[in-house]
């Protein structure tokens, strides 16, 4: 079985638009700052779904259908004009998420995740669930797509540090995967050289200097609490929700 990385949804697209609709795969979408840490944390805190969409005007549409649902995200790190939460992991606590569903439209991860939907199960994770996520992959027995989020198409440190971990323990407690792509030795790479450090790689990496300067250096310190949760969010009906099909 294989076991690939890509950096940024661009990769992404490129690397399905080769491959089988219907090979069976498992694809591990990453975007720690912020989008997959926030769907872990809202799912986390109760709320029931969370339906990924690519536009804000998209989430709109989307709200005149399920007119209880919240409107979550960002452009450029900020809360959309209009919807009620942004992507801080903070805003979405039990009081204000339980029982709602969630419609989200992040700069990067949720485009991340949509490219990724019809090719393969589709699962979410971050620092906060990682070894939970590296469990899971173990038992899935399939071949492994982690796609990383990037920022506006560009590599991120973080993304990258992440997957290295997922990667790493994966190949360390399974003799059953193979790898070729030079991504996947980069992230075990940078991995390596901040395993004891991830707050401080998270403060020094592009985008976190980026939030701190906008005022949100507290989901950083969030984002970096490794094994927070066990839960591994996954697609289904085109929404993540939480548990097993």
């Not at 997959?36 to 029931?48: F, H, P, Q, V």
């Not at 009081?95 to 949509?114: D, K, L, M």
């Not at 990724?116 to 992959?137: K, P, Q, T």
């Not at 560009?154 to 991504?183: H, K, P, T």
Request: proline share 2%; hydrophobic share 40%.
């Amino acid at each position: 079985m294989r076991i690939d990385v890509t950096f940024t949804p661009g990769e992404l697209k490129a690397y399905l638009a080769n491959s089988d609709r219907n090979h069976r795969r498992l694809i591990v979408i990453i975007d720690v700052l912020r989008a997959t840490t926030t769907i872990i944390t809202a799912l986390k805190n109760k709320a029931i779904w969370v339906l990924p969409v690519l536009a804000p005007e998209e989430a709109f549409e989307m709200k005149k259908v399920y007119g209880d649902a919240i409107l979550a995200g960002e452009r450029d790190g900020e809360k959309i004009d209009g919807f009620d939460l942004g992507n801080s992991p903070f805003e979405f606590t039990e009081e204000v998420v339980a029982g709602r569903g969630i419609i989200q439209s992040t700069t990067n991860g949720t485009v991340n995740i949509r490219y990724a939907m019809g090719y393969g199960e589709v699962i979410i994770c971050s620092f906060i669930n990682i070894n939970a996520v590296r469990r899971f992959c173990l038992d899935y027995n399939a071949d492994i797509l982690v796609a990383c989020s990037g920022r506006y198409n560009i590599m991120c440190l973080e993304d990258a540090v992440c997957a290295g971990i997922l990667v790493e323990g994966i190949i360390e407690q399974s003799d059953c995967y193979r790898y070729e792509m030079d991504s996947v030795i980069i992230s075990m790479h940078l991995y390596d050289e901040c395993r004891n450090e991830i707050l401080g790689m998270l403060k020094k990496s592009q985008h976190g200097r980026y939030l701190t300067s906008l005022g949100y250096g507290r989901d950083l310190e969030f984002s970096a609490k490794v094994d927070s949760t066990d839960i591994v969010p996954y697609i289904a009906d085109d929404r993540v929700v939480i548990g097993l099909q």
